[in-house]
């Protein structure tokens, strides 16, 4: 052992030009391809993640467009019964999988260090590898697009129709091997936020001060690391029955097509949660900065965070009302689907009294948040309805459904989403957006969107199903599908004015400032566009409201946010204790590193090998897994400890 | 928007009940049997609430909105103040909303109290088996000599409970009739039961609504709520063998029909006995073909023989390759079995 | 550079100048460790958020055992109780296993001796090792397999599942040896060691669990 410094105690300091200066080159990525590939900067990544996102998001509606032309009217033939099963199977994955989840998790990724006064999430490498894994995931996905051979059987991919005997092609092993995938690189990424909180707030940042946004992650990671299994299980136990001869669905041999059911609803119901609850945290977290006042209810809103996600684990057999199950488990779980809404008053009506009680300025995102309210509402009113047992018997599997499912995904996570960027924009690029064009997004998207959706609720009422590729003309559903095919297209144009809005104000928006909607929380103490390092010191936070404590006059406590603790000797951030932050070691954070895009490039391998039945490729992959996993972990002498990951 | 493809069900848009109508054969706002009227009056109840939930919190929030709307710029700068403490919003809202959501979960389990069973022993079972894309229907009979298959078309008797054993044979579907009882899924592997009852008589329209595979859009089934006397003597003709063929052209198709249809199709009486497609023996006794998707008529008919894939890709029924005269013969000889 | 003193100091008078009370952190009068030691390092914690989802992965595989046992129409399982003559034993050497690297760690590394930091290690790997090679053989000796029928597809799931695991942990368990063989690990430091041991705990917790599920759960009927 040399005679490594292993302790040292923290200065506390002022932030100055020369320390900055110094930060930067310590905490700067290489520009260039090597600084592409080697970034762990979550900031970086973040960004990543939302810009992915909304490809997949576009993919997804042009995909969605498509299927709504085929329906404007009875009997058409734009596409064939292949084509529309695959496009509805691929428009479903893409916007569950590869939108709604990832361009939370990219909010989350930017967001989290910076409200929490941290420098960088607990395991930036691993953040780098959750990123990359994503992408590999969609792209692999997207390999069956061109080839005509997608997923077919549907978002939920039910056996026995996804079974080999009737659909011996590989789509279905895409959509298994790709969902396998894709959780891997979900469960990363939840395990990362769940550590990130334990150990990188800020000293003073106990529990009861973090954003509603970090408990909304909070809950949704953890149930994203208990529910991400059951799927990843089921789609292994149908990739062995479709290749390796086993018999967990094959009813032929008295496996239980049900069992799928099962595994999938209960991860398919807690991720409805995760895709929604750190969407509704950012609600909670900027509708106030336009009320100019703090969020109504702070504890309440937190608590109902918390306790929708824990009741989400105990309702999945909600999807599953009409497949003859006893009517005493349908009676428990009808009235449980029921309960989970009372959390959700909770926050509805905390939004409200916010508003109410404050004075609103209806700034663009301030209009989407509004909104949201609005249509999560009628999705939650709507849910409540199928929760009814004897009722969903008849609305379960109709347009209904689809109506309702819609206004929870867009109300309740394009909306918030839209929003957020247009609240965080400055931040992420040092501009503003133009609130012109934004206004005209706005009232597009709101009015395109009402008009497709809202007859969507009618015309299943009507009985039209779920997923049929045309009908009949006598069934009287020709009108109110024209409807909605013409609100979804006003919805697209919504949407395509907002990409639009992002374009031109990355360039030649007005310049932000650190702070220009005079909000609370930490993120908008430092300069826009964040620097690398995040703070120059690690600020002290003595509330809920760090940027607000003069105004609000409520303590004499006051945060100390450009005086705090010096760390720059290398790569280090402040780690604290689990509930009441208080200073607990240094953490020496990694380096830019490309192993985390080899791993994902590995892993991406071994699941080519397992889809072209190239068992040798796998092996190989998971061979090259293996190597970076040690060379990722060898221990650093110096500390003569591993920097675990 | 009447085509004259909107005038096929012409005979069947007659018989179904007016009201249902309105709102097209598949609507359940209006319903008729014990099986369903109670959740449509659950619907109505809880879509009523809902909306005025909806509207409700819309005029809340709207007047939370205009109630001391800031200027926009201006506005941002302004001091902030925790002014007023809103808390008994969530306390009131809370509270009432828990209120009508224990109203609702009561009446929503009366309800499936009500519709779990029917009210009274009923006297008929049918057996269903879905397949892709078509419904087999046997009708049990005691003695097991009365027991008969027919597709798609299921008769009932009016104002009796009847029970319907769901069968599964290939891949997941959920058999529904809107007006007349909520979805039940059919599971390979597994016997599901339902019931139904039918108040008046008429053609009640249901569809399968289960994604099951490219034709999931065509297949329809159709209950035919009749008068029991009316009932039974249904049930004795579907009884009958097929009459033996009364022409050359006739005893030609039957021949083709032999060696070329029996593989899959069954027609008591002539020796042909596959059981992969529909029981044809009483074809003509059906009001549409192909699981609902064409009327039956001698055009559709011929048209389905000659390219059932052009009609319904996708479909079991394979491409026959017939000659125009071996078509005419078979189209002639499917006509005679009434 | 600052003097930490002095800093704390300078804070404290310019905060009392302007008559605003510190927020109520204690300023780090300890010196901070460095780095991430034992407990205290992220991967300790990160560790425990891995064993959680796998520990999930597990209840949900022993949930699909027992549902599909649930449905089934004859005996389950189909072929009588499975036997004890081997997995008994086997449970006991895998607990012994964890024994071993329990002493490793708590007599080895804390007390910076390495000699039995080695030996724990290296038996633990060893009694590990023979698990896996019992378990070949109960799998070779098996009526059913994989293919056969669906008892044998979620028998050989749930036990392969398992010694995939078992694998990755002596894997693990030989990067341990490694890394101590070449004194990367002293008694204030030797975070990897505690974090692997979890892993190692877990894969033997989770084998005593699923050798209840398959084989002493079916003779309690």
Redesign the interface.
């Known amino acids: 052992m040399t005679n490594a410094v292993i302790n040292r105690a923290p200065l506390l300091a002022d932030e100055t030009p020369a320390l900055r200066e110094r930060l930067a080159r310590i905490w700067e990525t290489p520009p260039g391809v090597r600084g592409f590939l080697s970034s762990v900067d979550h900031k970086k990544i973040g960004i990543r993640y939302i810009v992915t996102a909304f490809i997949f998001l576009v993919i997804g509606g042009l995909e969605a467009l498509l299927m709504r032309l085929q329906l404007a009217h009875s009997d058409l033939q734009i596409l064939s019964p292949q084509a529309y099963d695959q496009l509805f199977t691929m428009h479903g994955f893409t916007m569950i999988f590869l939108y709604a989840g990832p361009v939370l998790s990219g909010f989350s990724n930017y967001l989290w260090p910076l409200l929490l006064g941290s420098r960088d999430m607990a395991f930036p490498r691993l953040n780098a590898l959750s990123y990359w894994i994503y992408l590999l995931a969609g792209v692999f996905l997207y390999v069956s697009f061109p080839l005509g051979l997608s997923p077919d059987a549907g978002w939920f991919n039910y056996p026995p129709y996804a079974s080999a005997a009737y659909n011996p092609g590989p789509n279905i092993d895409f959509y298994l091997l790709g969902l396998i995938f894709l959780g891997i690189s979900t469960s990363v990424g939840a395990a990362n936020f769940v550590v990130s909180l334990l150990r990188t707030r800020a000293p003073g940042m106990s529990i009861n001060r973090m954003p509603i946004l970090v408990w909304g992650t909070l809950a949704a990671s953890i149930g994203n690391l208990l529910a991400i299994p059951a799927v990843s299980l089921g789609c292994i136990l149908l990739f062995m029955d479709r290749q390796m001869g086993t018999h967990f669905f094959d009813f032929g041999q008295h496996g239980q097509p049900l069992l799928w059911q099962h595994l999938f609803w209960m991860f398919g119901h807690p991720w409805v949660y995760a895709i929604v609850l750190p969407a509704l945290g950012m609600v909670s977290d900027a509708l106030p900065t336009f009320c100019r006042r703090p969020l109504v209810g702070y504890t309440p809103v937190a608590l109902a965070t918390v306790s929708t996600m824990m009741i989400g684990f105990g309702v999945w057999l909600h999807h599953m009302f009409a497949t003859g199950l006893p009517a005493l488990s349908l009676a428990f779980f009808s009235a449980a689907s029921m309960v989970i809404t009372i959390p959700s008053a909770v926050s509805t009506f905390a939004w409200i009294a916010t508003i109410w009680t404050g004075k609103p300025v209806f700034t663009t995102a301030f209009k989407f948040f509004a909104s949201f309210i609005l249509l999560f509402v009628i999705g939650g009113v709507s849910g409540v309805m199928t929760g009814a047992v004897p009722l969903d018997f008849q609305l379960t599997d109709t347009y209904f459904v689809v109506a309702h499912l819609h206004y929870v995904l867009i109300g309740i996570n394009v909306f918030p989403v839209v929003g957020a960027i247009h609240y965080w924009f400055p931040k992420f690029t040092g501009r503003m957006m133009s609130e012109r064009l934004g206004s005209w997004s706005f009232w597009t998207m709101f009015a395109g969107f009402n008009v497709a959706f809202f007859p969507m609720h009618i015309v299943g009422l009507m009985g039209m199903p779920r997923r049929i590729y045309t009908y009949s003309p006598e069934l009287g559903w020709d009108t109110i599908n024209l409807v909605s095919t013409i609100g979804s297209f006003f919805f697209a144009a919504g949407i395509a004015l907002f990409f639009w809005n992002v374009l031109i104000s990355r360039r030649r928006g007005a310049l932000a400032g650190d702070n220009p909607w005079n909000a609370a929380t930490l993120e908008w103490s430092v300069p826009s566009p964040v620097p690398a390092y995040n703070f120059a010191v690690i600020p002290l936070v003595a509330s809920r409201h760090p940027l607000w404590e003069e105004q609000l006059g409520e303590s004499i406590d006051r945060s100390s946010l450009r005086h705090g603790y010096l760390l720059d000797q290398g790569r280090e951030a402040l780690a604290t204790t689990v509930l009441d932050a208080q200073p607990d070691l240094i953490l020496e954070m990694p380096g830019d590193s490309y192993a985390p895009a080899v791993l994902a490039a590995a892993l991406a391998l071994v699941f080519v090998g397992l889809l072209t039945h190239f068992w040798w490729l796998a092996a190989c992959g998971l061979f090259a897994a293996a190597c970076t996993v040690a060379a990722w972990l060898w221990p650093k002498p110096e500390t003569a400890s591993p920097a675990l990951v | 928007?009447?085509?004259a493809?909107?005038q096929?069900?012409a005979v069947l848009?007659a018989l179904v009940t007016p009201c249902v109508c309105s709102?097209?054969?598949?609507?359940?706002?209006h319903t008729s049997g014990s099986a369903?009227d109670?959740?449509t009056a659950?619907?109505w109840g809880?879509?009523i609430a809902?909306l005025a939930?909806?509207a409700l919190?819309?005029v809340?929030?709207l007047?939370?909105?205009f109630?001391?709307?800031?200027?926009?710029p201006e506005?941002?700068?302004?001091?902030?103040?925790?002014?007023?403490?809103?808390?008994p919003?969530?306390y009131?809202?809370?509270g009432v909303?828990?209120v009508v959501?224990c109203g609702?979960?009561i009446w929503?389990?009366l309800?499936?109290?009500?519709?779990?069973a029917p009210h009274a022993a009923t006297g008929l079972t049918i057996e269903i088996r879905a397949h892709?894309w078509w419904w087999e229907i046997r009708y049990v009979g005691e003695p097991p000599a009365r027991t008969f298959v027919t597709a798609n078309e299921l008769h009932i008797p009016v104002g009796t409970p009847v029970s319907l054993r769901?069968i599964?044979d290939?891949?997941?579907h959920?058999f529904?009739i809107?007006a007349l009882?909520?979805?039940?899924?059919v599971?390979?592997?597994?016997t599901?039961?339902a019931w139904i009852e039918a108040d008046k008589p008429g053609v009640y329209r249901g569809?399968?609504?289960?994604?099951?595979?490219?034709?999931?859009?065509h297949m329809s089934a159709f209950v035919i709520a009749e008068p029991k006397r009316q009932f039974e003597a249904w049930w004795q003709q579907q009884l009958a063998p097929s009459q033996p063929p009364r022409s050359a052209q006739l005893v030609i198709g039957a021949e083709l029909f032999r060696s070329r249809c029996a593989a899959c199709h069954t027609v008591r009486g002539i020796g042909a006995g596959g059981i992969l497609g529909p029981d044809l023996t009483h074809l003509m006794s059906r009001n549409t073909i192909a699981a609902g998707t064409f009327r039956n008529s001698p055009e559709s008919l011929s048209r389905w023989i000659a390219n059932a894939q052009a009609l319904k890709?996708?479909s079991r029924m394979p491409q026959m390759d017939l000659t125009a005269p071996q078509l005419d013969a078979v189209t002639a000889f499917v006509q005679t079995l009434r | 550079m600052y003097c930490r003193g002095m800093a704390v100091a300078k804070a404290r008078n310019r905060i009392a100048r302007v008559g605003l009370k510190m927020p109520e952190i204690l300023p780090a009068v300890h010196p901070l460790p460095i780095g991430s030691p034992g407990r205290k390092s992220s991967g300790w914690y990160g560790m425990w958020c891995l064993v959680a989802t796998e520990a999930a992965i597990f209840a949900y595989l022993i949930f699909s055992y027992f549902y599909l046992g649930s449905q089934a129409d004859g005996d389950w399982p189909p072929m009588g109780l499975p036997s004890l003559r081997l997995a008994a034993p086997n449970t006991a050497v895998l607990l012994l296993s964890s024994l071993a690297l329990f002493w490793a760690e708590r007599s080895g590394a804390r007390r910076n001796l390495r000699g039995r930091l080695l030996l724990g290690l290296g038996v633990a790997f060893l009694l590990g090792a023979g698990f896996v090679l019992v378990q070949l053989v109960e799998w070779r000796d098996k009526p059913f397999t994989l293919h056969s029928d669906l008892y044998g597809s979620i028998y050989f799931t749930m036990t392969g599942f398992h010694l995939v695991h078992v694998v990755v942990g002596l894997g693990i368990l030989m990067a341990l040896f490694l890394w101590a063989l070449l004194g990367h690990f002293n008694h204030q430091r030797h975070a990897a060691l505690t974090i692997g041991a979890i892993y190692w705990h877990f894969v033997d917790a989770v084998w005593v669990l699923l050798f209840a599920v398959l084989y002493i759960v079916p003779r309690l009927r």
């Open positions: 928007m009447r085509s493809a909107a096929r069900f848009s709102a097209g054969p598949m609507s359940y706002f369903v109670p959740i659950l619907g809880l879509g809902c939930i909806v919190i819309g809340l929030l007047a939370a909105l109630r001391a709307r800031a200027p926009k506005g941002l700068v302004r001091t902030v103040s925790r002014s007023g403490s809103g808390l919003w969530i009131i809202g809370t909303s828990t959501l609702m979960v929503t389990l309800t499936l109290k009500l519709v779990a892709q769901l599964g290939d891949v997941i959920s529904w809107p009882a909520g979805k039940t899924d599971i390979p592997g597994q599901n039961n569809q399968c609504s289960e994604y099951c595979g490219l034709q999931h859009a890709p996708g």
